[in-house]
């Protein structure tokens, strides 16, 4: 199986841009509208999936903590939206930055 590039003669490329319009070395746009509502879903359900800091004196900004592995994080809102198609490195740069991993000395001492 050869996945290589296969060689084009020189100025196939050009005459592909002029006769479609399209510039290859630039991708594609993105429909903002869809984006938004995506990143709108994956805001809300990081909300659903994640809890309030026990101590806000702590704290400036509201933090939340979310529950479990962003990677199983993802596999639940594929499974509860299984019309968005979207991959792990989009669910992650949508995710809301206020919503972090506690560490285990966020939890205090018993």
Same mark, same amino acid.
Not at 7 to 29: E, M, V, W, Y
């Given at each position: 199986? $050869?996945?290589? /590039?296969?060689?084009?003669?020189?100025?196939?490329?050009?005459?592909?841009?002029?006769?479609?319009? /399209?510039?290859?070395? $630039?991708?594609?746009?993105?429909?903002?509208?869809?984006?938004?509502?995506?990143?709108?879903?994956?805001?809300?359900?990081?909300?659903? $999936?994640?809890?309030?800091?026990?101590?806000?004196?702590?704290?400036?900004?509201?933090?939340?903590?979310?529950? $479990?592995?962003? /990677?199983?994080?993802?596999?639940?809102?594929?499974?509860e939206h299984?019309?968005?198609?979207?991959?792990?490195?989009?669910?992650?740069?949508?995710?809301?930055?206020n /919503?972090?991993?506690?560490?285990?000395?966020?939890?205090?001492?018993?």
């Amino acid at each position: 199986l $050869n996945l290589s /590039i296969p060689d084009f003669s020189k100025g196939t490329i050009t005459r592909l841009r002029n006769a479609t319009g /399209i510039n290859f070395s $630039n991708p594609l746009p993105v429909d903002k509208s869809v984006a938004s509502e995506l990143k709108e879903a994956i805001e809300k359900f990081a909300v659903e $999936n994640s809890c309030d800091v026990p101590d806000m004196r702590k704290e400036k900004k509201s933090i939340r903590y979310y529950y $479990n592995y962003l /990677i199983c994080l993802h596999a639940t809102f594929l499974q509860e939206h299984p019309l968005r198609e979207v991959s792990y490195a989009v669910f992650c740069s949508y995710w809301p930055k206020n /919503i972090i991993k506690p560490r285990i000395e966020d939890f205090g001492t018993c």
